[in-house]
């Protein structure tokens, strides 16, 4: 039957279950802002079509074992599962169990009992027991929920004991969906308080009213036969779409109802469907278990699906297509002939078949038995291998949650950082194989494959699939038990070992590019990651660990910052007179060279820039920390007395060396090492240059184009920003925009909590004000592309996407204006066009990112 029912009239002694082959609740801010948005401004006499809801009763023979929900069925009540439309009732249900909470809460009603408590002419008493939960009586003591999930459904206990609130002093386990369900509760509750303070009880009584008599569903209940399961399937095409873990769980489930009971009888059945919502249970939990960080459920199902059937490139990525194909209907009504072998006695001459008799024919004298293609076993081995593979998926990327040794964490800890790439479904089966694999097997296996990552892919950027096929066909044979992880780890170095003098090659080639573009290795987008491992190998040396790998990747205050010892713009008396003898362009070269760049553990040494390097190395008395003590890198460059050219190259040449010790690199010879570091000219004789004295630079002077220096215009800059800063601090945005010390330079940086870019503000020729996106490389800078009728669309501005270098690695997105920029009387007006359109492109691009 098909009817338009408001909820009122929908939970007419009915008992509503979410069914076991459903996934969990999936709906997040976007979606629970558009319900509150839509029962908000649905007009009093006006009604609003929900959507169709899709029930099916659940027979009696299936609620024999629903223990304490059988006293209400025995009452009237008739037990239903959602097939379709689960989300909606389930975002129902916490409302009014949250807007109930609510006003039993109130003040005035603190003292009062929920029979003594009126809301829209009905008691909160009456009110609960319609839509929430009703009490079996005389005792009380079994409390039924109306709508729920099925007890094996790992949401089912926190909808009661965390959302409901129902007294329970155990662990509840929570999980990627139970994260939703807690953020919806608490998304209500807020939305309830807010309503209150703005209209009061009247706000909250029209608001049930509309819940309850003004949302209209379409019920559509599916008849006994009619294909449940394939209904399901169909139905979550539309709103938000199943995951293929969803998707396939589903399918399974379905599955098991097809076999005859010659196959798989009616308790198998029940054995087989229990086993695999257990081991979805696990999946899930194990994908949610990090609430900070769940996993894809896709990516788990695709590298499984690697690790167990036989890879293919020409499968390529739609491994769903070829599990849906393979657990299918027809491979269940499929049928095949087996010949049961029977004992052959000895002494017997035995005629084997030919070579290209492939296929077993039996006589009429020979036993044989139907099956299905795809056997009760076939889903149960696949589920099972599923289940027992999720722990070690969890562990590959939070290893510090397992019981491995130091090592095995310390290497796992380094393929996360370094990108593990398509080698995390290896990885998962060396930790799945725990019995047959010993720890210094995986830990060499872990290394190989990290060494094989910053050669092949880091160093000299091979494209990301490089070898992928042929590792994916190796990860199958170890978890197939056909081949030893060692063969596998001797592949890796070998292959590592072969491509190397092109790997080196292509990557001199790489920072070539670079130097050419005016980056040199600071443009390396790998830089952070050897830096972290070179400091790291200190730390090991002390005991002492100074710098951790999150401030290397999170663009926060106390952030990890690359350091040029040498300032990119030398302004100051010290660097210019100690790198006298050198043009601009070979200063620029020093500058991005590997050797003259350094972590620094905390963002408010960028003070330091243009200081002299006595002074970057002394902490002041203000609070300023040089690098005396700062890193272990940041120490060894104090030790320094001096920082020239030559300490420069010097440093370079260790750094390599430690790459080649880390990572068993071997570079040609010397020769090649420095023209890697692109400053060979550092050995090169040349005539002494006179001393340039403190007097021939005046404090904050610039180097014009045609060589004069200018004070002018840094001083106007260092006023505007000056003035600007002081204004975000009136403005009360000291703590983003305002956050930074102003400098006497045209540009002024914010960071923005992505990895990817920053913002900046730039004062450009006296007369543009400018603001933008800097992108640090061309990966990123294509990801925002893609969304670039979003972002503009967000914030209303038509942005300039395409005026960086071709060959330039990081990318400006901009953004002008024509402005009357060092005209004091209008500084505000700028300041509040800057401050505004950062918020605009900030917004835009938390909205899209």
Known sequence: MSELQSLSELYQNKLFRIPDYQRGYAWKQAQLVDFWDDVMNLQEDRYHYTGLLSLKAVPKSETKSWGNDKWLLESGYKAYHVVDGQQRLTTF???????????????????????????????????????????????????????????????????????????????????????????????????????????????????????????????????????????????????????????????????????????????????????????????????????????????????????????????????????????????????????????????????????????????????????????????????????????????????????????????????????????????????????????????????????????????????????????????????????????????????TDWDMEYTIDTFVTRMGKNFSNGDGFYGWRDLRYLLFEYEYGKAEQTGIEKLGWTPFTKVEKDKVTIEHILPQTPTKWYWRNQFRQYTDGEIKILSGSLGNLLPLSQSVNSALQNDSFEDKKVSKTNGRRGYQDGSHSEIEVSHESDWDAERILKRGMKMLKFIEKRWDIRFKDEDQMTELLHISFVNESRDEVPEITEDDIMPGTVETANGELSSATTDLQLDFWTAFVRYCAEQGRSEDIGSRKPFGQNWYDVTVGSPDYHLFFQLLKKKILRIGIYVYNPESFSKLESKKDKIENSCGISLEWYTSREKSVAKRILYSVEADIHNSELYIQHFEWLINHFDKLKNALDTVD
């Open 93 to 495: 249900s916490i409302l009014v169990n949250e807007l109930v909470s609510f006003v039993k809460n109130l003040e005035c009603n603190v003292d009062k009992s929920e029979d003594e408590i009126v809301l829209c002419y009905q008691t909160l008493k009456s009110l609960r027991s319609k839509y929430i939960s009703q009490k079996r009586p005389p005792q009380n003591l079994i409390t039924t929920y109306l709508f729920g999930y099925e007890t094996d459904n790992p949401s089912a206990d926190y909808l009661i004991f965390r959302v409901y609130e129902e007294p329970y002093s155990g662990a509840v386990n929570e999980t990627y969906y139970t994260q939703n369900l807690k953020y919806a509760k608490d998304f209500f509750a807020d939305c309830l308080e807010k309503l209150y303070v703005t209209e009061g009880i009247e706000g909250i009584e029209i608001l049930f009213r509309k819940l309850t008599l003004q949302l209209m569903f379409n019920i559509h209940e599916i008849e006994d036969d009619y294909d449940v399961f394939v209904a399901f399937e169909t139905m979550n095409n539309r709103g938000k779409k199943l995951t293929n873990l969803e998707l396939l769980k589903n399918r399974l489930i379905y599955l098991t109802t097809l076999y005859d009971d010659s196959q798989l009888d009616v308790m198998d059945k029940a054995e087989m469907r229990k086993q695999i919502n257990d081991g979805w249970k696990e999946v899930y939990y194990q994908l949610g278990r990090n609430q900070h960080s769940p996993l894809s459920d896709d990516e788990f199902l695709r590298a499984h699906w690697i690790m167990y059937f036989n890879y293919s490139r020409k499968k390529g990525d739609d491994y769903i297509k070829f599990l849906l194909n393979k657990f299918s209907a027809k491979n269940v009504f499929d049928k095949q002939v087996e010949a049961i072998e029977e004992e052959i006695p000895e002494n017997t001459d035995i005629e084997f078949a030919d070579e290209d008799d492939d296929i077993p024919k039996p006589t009429d004298d020979a036993t044989v038995k139907t099956i299905s293609k795809l056997e009760p076993k076939d889903i149960a081995d696949y589920v099972n291998s599923l289940k027992d593979v999720a722990k070690y998926w969890f562990y590959s990327y939070f290893p510090q949650f397992s019981s491995l040794t130091h090592e095995e964490k310390l290497w796992l800890e380094r393929l996360n950082r370094i990108g593990i790439g398509y080698f995390r479904p290896l990885v998962t089966v060396s930790l799945s194989l725990d019995k047959e694999v010993s720890s210094n097997e995986r830990v060499d296996l872990f290394c190989a494959i990290e060494r094989f990552i910053f050669l092949s892919f880091r160093m000299a950027a091979y494209q990301s699939s490089y070898q992928s096929s042929h590792y994916y066909r190796k990860t199958r044979e170890v978890y197939m038990g056909k081949l030893a992880i060692d063969q596998v780890t001797t592949s890796l170095n070998d292959t």
